[in-house]
């Protein structure tokens, strides 16, 4: 079993919906959340981070982590055709030794249809 | 601000080949590392560096090799190159403490 797993997908909305990702992870040491976007034939580029249970909003975009059932979300709300990438979950075990070892879900390929 | 840079973007390499792929950040990131990505497995660590001179593997380190002389670069060596070798190869930075790593653009490998 892999210690992150994320929805694979691939994920079609219309412009305008309401976006949900997920992963569930099993390594309870994993302590910092971490949401990337990565657009075709580019570098990875954070989106969101997080370090504890409950919801982080950044304008359109909402992260949110249940340690208790070891599951994060990324929502993305009024979804835009730049919106339009594939979606990497990350996690870390510590920020002074641990964010140089990321473990990453497989990724979720999202296009929205304007 | 050139951020973490990549060389080549591209590059074939027959099977038993060696080559070494670039890596350089002038961010003065301390932290440093080397990830293969490949459809169905998302990005995997192959190697990372806290600082200059200090390096330890990642969860898929055999067949390759990495130094670290200096803060600014961090290069990648395929011994004998293999087509299970073939993937997209990306070189991530970071601050100590910090929790956003700065990724190259990527180097596409192909091994015949």
């Known amino acids: 079993q892999k210690e992150v797993e994320q929805d694979p997908g691939p994920l079609s909305v219309p412009e305008g919906a309401i976006v949900s990702l997920n992963c569930t992870y099993s390594n309870s040491a994993f302590q910092y959340f971490m949401w990337y976007r990565q657009y075709s034939r580019k570098g990875p580029e954070l989106l969101m981070y997080?370090?504890?249970?409950g919801n982080k909003e950044d304008g359109r975009f909402t992260a949110q982590v249940d340690k208790s059932s070891k599951y994060i979300s990324l929502f993305i709300r009024d979804s835009q055709p730049s919106d339009s990438a594939t979606y990497l979950c990350?996690?870390?075990?510590?920020?002074?030794?641990?964010?140089?070892?990321?473990?990453f879900g497989t990724g979720t390929r999202l296009t929205i249809i304007p | 601000n050139a951020g973490v840079t990549q060389t080549p973007k591209f590059q074939v390499l027959k099977t038993g080949q060696s080559m070494t792929l670039q890596c350089a950040q002038d961010?003065?990131?301390?932290?440093m590392s080397w990830y293969r990505q490949d459809p169905g497995m998302g990005l995997r660590l192959i190697h990372y560096s806290v600082g200059a001179g200090i390096t330890d593997q990642g969860e898929v380190p055999n067949g390759y090799n990495v130094s670290r002389s200096t803060t600014e670069d961090f290069p990648l060596r395929l011994l004998s190159a293999a087509p299970s070798q073939t993937s997209v190869y990306f070189c991530a930075s970071s601050y100590p403490g910090s929790l956003k790593a700065f990724f190259g653009q990527g180097t596409r490998l192909t091994v015949v």
């Open positions: 961010m003065n990131h301390e932290y």
């Open positions: 990350a996690m870390s075990v510590g920020t002074n030794f641990g964010n140089e070892k990321l473990t």
């Open positions: 997080t370090y504890s249970s």
